[in-house]
């Protein structure tokens, strides 16, 4: 009976080994991500060689364009850092900590310690992408009543908020980083 209990632990501890799956995806899916960004990047100053050329109003056009295209560029490369933290993250708490993450000289913005510091610096990543989307669809926003103004202001003042409560919780030691536990 204590070897098969013994062989069902092994199983169950070794079953953990499936998070790799979400580690590669997630990675590959950042890679992909961060590809798309830098594309799109290269092809917008590709288009702004020629800006100081153009007439006023198709200037103002590529401006407003430009604009925007920066916009979703941020959100692409934000989008890929959540899915580069997740992987990192999944990775530390599953499977292995990462040593040279652990080195003095390494930054630790990427090590993650639990579940909890893995779910706050997500959650700041994708505060900060809902900020990105707000600002892209404030940019075409067209105000034609009183209420789409107070509309405007109310989800500014929302922003505000979340980046106050997010600062103050960090600020009053809700997402300090336990100490290690050593191994």
Known sequence: MKKIEWLFEGFLWNSRLIVLVAVMASLAVSFAIFFIATVDVWFMLV??????DLPEGDRAILHDQTIK??????DGYLL???LLIFSLGIYELFISRIDQADEASASR???????????NRLAKVILM???VKF?????????ESPLDMLSFAGGISLIGLALYLTHAAEKHG???LPPRREE
């Open 47 to 52: 288009h702004l060689l020629d800006y100081a």
């Open 69 to 74: 295209h920066v916009v979703q560029v941020i």
């Open 80 to 82: 890929a850092t959540v």
């Open 109 to 119: 913005i990427l090590s993650v310690r639990n579940l909890d510091d893995l779910k």
């Open 129 to 131: 992408i809902l900020v």
């Open 135 to 143: 600002f892209e669809h404030a940019i075409s926003m067209k105000f």
């Open 174 to 176: 809700h997402s300090v």
